[in-house]
């Protein structure tokens, strides 16, 4: 209190009591509610829904956030479960969504909500997919219910830099067992060679990498990518690929 209090220039002649600081959180809770459901049913023609789980001192956390048509991200908050199951992550997601609506919804506000939920965003675990398939049933059940029979169908989108660390998870283990590489070594040139090309090319974020510079040169020379998914075990196939990478580090 003190510290918004300063940048807030204003000083506190008593802090308050802990009930006070429960009524207070309740209440913003209300009102931010509120704001995140004027800003995406009246000023934004869609949004996407975020999800994703963690565990923190053995207590599964789930996570739900959405980012509108115009850029805006916000957060839904998060809350703990006993097991992180695709039933369990739909019904949190569906949860908070119905909390921007409210628990008396005379409007049709839910529908509306609905009607412009576009993609899902999260990683590729088999739960996650799970929710999924049961988010798209409410959905088209909620809508159904109120008469509309042609509700769009959702996007599902997925984060690629898991798939990077798996990459480099069955890739290690398929060059092992290769008789010139029996290191598992970290400073070992294979191992470095696979950490810069994920440092470099993979979808991690706005830190480090090349890969918008990699594509656009691509595009720019009429250049097929030569970074693809392999999805395949065979070890010459792996040596291809790091060969691939260790001539684009050394252009590069």
């Known amino acids: 209190m ?7 220039n204003i000083k506190f002649s008593h802090l308050p009591s802990r009930q006070a600081c ?17 800003r995406v049913l009246k000023r934004s023609d ?102 509309d029979e042609n509700s769009q169908k959702m996007h599902h989108l997925f984060c690629l830099a898991h798939v990077l660390l798996g990459f480099h998870s069955y890739t290690l283990n398929a060059i092992t067992k290769l008789p010139t590489y029996q290191s598992q070594d970290y400073k070992h040139p294979i191992n470095v060679l696979l950490k810069y090309a994920s440092d470099l090319f993979g979808p991690v974020g706005d830190h480090r990498g090349l890969r918008p510079q990699w594509e656009a040169h691509c595009a720019a020379n009429n250049i097929n990518r030569l970074l693809k998914v392999i999805k395949t075990t065979d070890s010459m196939g792996f040596l291809k690929f790091l060969l691939k990478c260790s ?3 050394k252009i590069l």
Do not use: P
């Open 46 to 147: 869609g949004f996407g829904l975020h999800k994703d789980g963690t565990t923190c001192k053995k207590v599964k956390i789930l996570d739900t956030s959405i980012t509108t048509s115009n850029g805006e991200s916000f957060c839904l908050g998060w809350s703990s479960v006993s097991s992180e199951t695709g039933k369990a992550i739909a019904e949190e997601a569906q949860t908070k969504l119905e909390e921007v609506v409210g628990e008396v919804d005379e409007r049709g506000e839910l529908e509306e909500l609905l009607k412009k939920l576009k993609y899902t965003m999260s990683d590729r675990a088999a739960n996650e997919k799970k929710s999924n398939e049961f988010l798209e049933k409410w959905k088209a059940d909620t809508l159904r219910k109120n008469g």
């Open 22 to 38: 429960q009524n207070i959180a309740g209440e913003g809770q209300v009102v931010a509610k509120e704001f995140v459901k004027e």
């Open 247 to 249: 001539i684009i580090i």
């Open 2 to 8: 003190d510290a918004v209090g300063k940048l807030c």
